[in-house]
């Protein structure tokens, strides 16, 4: 059962935030220009006021209606730990086998894209002791000489390869996909940090902030 309009409440760092009011949807078309899979999909985004008055931009993933448009994920907010079902919303049917190939292909709630694939990654120790403990939802950890061997079934790629890449060396992938998840988000993180550090040189420092423009503060 999944939800036909804005929420009236979600949790967002451990705090529970009612809806009173909601603005939206502002619908936008993903990134066809980058991905075939993209040129079907959308996200709706509203801009809602819980009852404190503290606003946050939220946004589902899909129209609720064709597949196609996206995945499962509706109202994915950083954060949540808990939700229930409130009997004033709309839903629409959910087939239980196809809820069920989603929870198994997911990652911690993640779902990519792609096919699921078995991938695993060593970490040595004494690191592997916190990874054992702070494992994701979904994957396995079995015990080595010198460490531990952590393996999962999955079509959440890019999420798995940045919780090995905050491993940084401690980690170290065993499977080609996970590898080259891995490389390809290094190699974008370098090339950042390379254009900041280029920038750095030739930046001058400006004595008069005060025209600046403030910037916006996030609430998400």
């Excluded at 939206?24 to 404190?52: H, N, T």
């Excluded at 809820?99 to 990652?107: E, I, K, Q, T």
């Excluded at 890449?165 to 065993?174: C, F, I, Q």
Aim: aromatic residues 8%.
């Amino acid at each position: 059962m999944l939800p036909d309009q804005a929420p009236v409440a979600f949790t967002w760092r451990r705090v529970r935030h009612r809806v009173r009011r909601a603005d939206g949807p502002e619908r936008i078309a993903g990134e066809w220009w980058k991905r075939a899979g993209e040129m079907r999909s959308v996200r709706d985004y509203f801009q809602v006021e819980d009852e404190e008055g503290r606003r946050f931009w939220l946004f589902r993933r899909g129209d609720g209606e064709d597949a196609a448009t996206g995945d499962l994920r509706w109202f994915r907010v950083d954060g949540i730990v808990r939700a229930r079902v409130d009997d004033g919303q709309k839903f629409r049917d959910c087939d239980a086998a196809e809820l069920a190939a989603f929870r198994a292909a997911s990652l911690d709630g993640f779902k990519g894209p792609g096919p699921v694939l078995t991938c695993s990654f060593f970490v040595r120790e004494p690191e592997s002791a916190w990874v054992a403990n702070n494992l994701l939802e979904g994957m396995h950890v079995e015990s080595l000489h010198g460490g531990i061997r952590v393996s999962v079934e999955t079509s959440a790629l890019v999420p798995l390869a940045r919780f090995v890449v905050r491993l940084g060396d401690a980690a170290r992938p065993e499977t080609p996909a996970l590898a080259q998840m891995i490389v390809e988000l290094a190699r974008g993180a370098l090339e950042q940090a390379e254009g900041v550090l280029s920038e750095g040189k030739n930046a001058q420092p400006s004595e008069d902030m005060s025209s600046a423009p403030a910037r916006p503060r996030s609430d998400v």
